[in-house]
């Protein structure tokens, strides 16, 4: 088995080791940006390299499978492929008043691609038994009906047990069993990196999904050996991540079984292995049609674009609120006014006027970028001039007391008599990493001001 893995490598760049034959399996852990849009970014996702990697393996093979199984649904990649019947996407995922909000079984793709868009919905809690029982046949079905010539699995961590967004209960070797499933399939078979959130999990995870790719899980010491971050992995510094005592809420009212038996009908449902039609196949690659294989940088007007896009964005997080809730209390036990519920917060995502926080899950009302214009400083959109920040806008950093010390190997923080503030990252993103107002009695944040104008060479 020859596996070809480096973590700075891009998508494209992946699935041509592949489609030349240079690998059996390729792993990128830096990659896995499923939700990043065409005309978007999403979800700490600014460019998504599993679109492009696809796209590439498609100049070469006939269908990809695509299997996410980050605890997000896997957007971006599914809007991608919503219409065609060579690439099937298949997320398994947490739903529910949880960041992007979308990933229903109902939704199943369009036109061509009707059928091909596989969700999992899930619940809080679910462990590696749970997991496994609706992973392994879902995914022994669609290879049987779909019969795909490469699989793309996403490998987001903030699936494991403890993760700080996540919230499911999966072990690393729950998590791992998925890898090793997939490459007992005996395809080329691409791993990606995704979300994950506490680190020192996803180290360990992916170390030991590493191996996995190789063939040498059961050979490797479950001991961790010293290294300069050792201290990170106690107290047992072991390679593990354990599962916690969450409850188990896809099985308490036996939503898992419905959710399986649904997949596996609307599988059952589609017409084996789709042919595809004779074609030329582009002589160039994706990544040289992007121009991502040329040394020279370039500044386009589509950089332009984006760099304005980016000054409103932080502009507006200024007056960004979140929306008030329009609906009656709704009683959790009510499964059916839970799911309509649900329905209406995707639809209202869908449409554009709202966008959900990843870090709290709450809807807030920022515009979409018009297809078709300059952004969002085109008028009729609710946007005009006035809302550029001038020249003279000032913006705020932190005042740091921290340093790293080359021969210590470590951060060494000099406080100088004023006290550390304890940042909570939540509001650190939602704010923009500007501080709010400190409370009554408490020591003020030090900040300082720099104007941009006299901070320009």
């Known amino acids: 088995m020859n596996v070809f893995g480096n973590i700075y490598s891009s998508g494209t760049e992946a699935a041509q080791r592949l489609t030349s034959g240079a690998a059996d399996i390729a792993i990128n852990w830096a990659g896995g940006l499923h939700h990043a ?11 998504n390299d599993i679109v492009l990697g696809i796209l590439e393996l498609l100049r070469f093979y006939s269908r990809v499978l695509y299997i996410d199984i980050d605890c997000h649904h896997g957007d971006g990649v599914e809007e991608a492929f919503y219409t065609t019947d060579r690439v ?76 700080k967004l996540g919230c499911f209960n999966i072990t690393m070797q729950g998590h791992a069993n ?4 997939v490459r007992k399939l005996g395809l080329p078979f691409m791993m990606l990196g995704g979300g994950g959130y506490t680190v020192k999990n996803v180290a360990r995870t992916w170390a030991y999904e590493t191996a996995c790719a190789l063939g040498i899980e059961d050979t490797i010491d479950p001991n961790m050996p010293w290294n300069e971050y050792f201290e990170w992995f106690g107290p047992r510094y072991r390679l593990e991540v354990v599962r916690n005592n969450m409850e188990d809420l896809n099985t308490k009212d036996g939503s898992l079984d419905k959710v399986r038996e649904t997949a596996l009908k ?30 020279e940088m370039r500044t386009d007007d589509l950089d332009e674009q984006l760099a304005q896009h980016m000054r409103f ?48 899950n ?19 959109c609710g946007h005009g001039p006035e809302m550029v ?30 006290a550390m503030p304890r940042l909570n ?21 030090e900040e300082m001001e720099v104007d941009e104008e006299e901070g320009e060479s």
């Open 425 to 445: 990252i939540v509001d650190l993103m939602e704010s923009g990493g500007r501080s709010r107002e400190p409370d009554a009695g408490s020591d003020a944040e």
């Open 362 to 380: 709450q809807l807030f009302n920022v515009p979409r970028l018009e297809e078709g214009g300059h952004g969002y400083y085109d008028y009729g």
């Open 266 to 295: 609307h599988i059952s449902e589609l017409q084996p292995a789709p042919s595809v039609g004779l074609q030329d196949v582009p002589r160039e690659s994706v990544g040289q049609h992007l121009g991502l294989a040329s040394k």
């Open 88 to 163: 099937m996407t298949c997320s398994f995922h947490k739903f529910g008043e949880y960041f992007p909000g979308t990933g229903t079984q109902d939704d199943r793709g369009r036109g061509g691609g009707k059928g091909y868009a596989v969700n999992v919905p899930l619940k809080d809690g679910i462990t590696d038994e749970s997991y496994r029982s609706v992973f392994e046949p879902v995914i022994h079905k669609i290879t049987e009906v779909f019969q795909p010539s490469a699989i793309v699995l996403q490998c987001g961590a903030d699936s494991l047990a403890g993760d």
């Open 37 to 47: 849009k065409k005309r978007e970014a999403s979800g700490f996702c600014y460019i």
């Open 389 to 418: 920040p001038t020249r003279s806008t000032k913006r705020r950093f932190f005042a740091s007391f921290a340093r790293w010390d080359d021969r210590l190997r470590q951060v060494l923080v000099h406080n100088e008599g004023l």
């Open 178 to 181: 998925c890898v090793q499933f």
């Open 313 to 360: 964005v932080y502009h507006l997080q200024d007056s960004l609120t979140s929306e008030e809730e329009e609906d009656e209390p709704e009683s959790d036990s009510d499964d059916s006014s839970s799911s309509r519920r649900m329905n209406r917060t995707s639809r209202r995502i869908r449409s554009g006027k709202q966008r959900m926080s990843i870090t709290t």
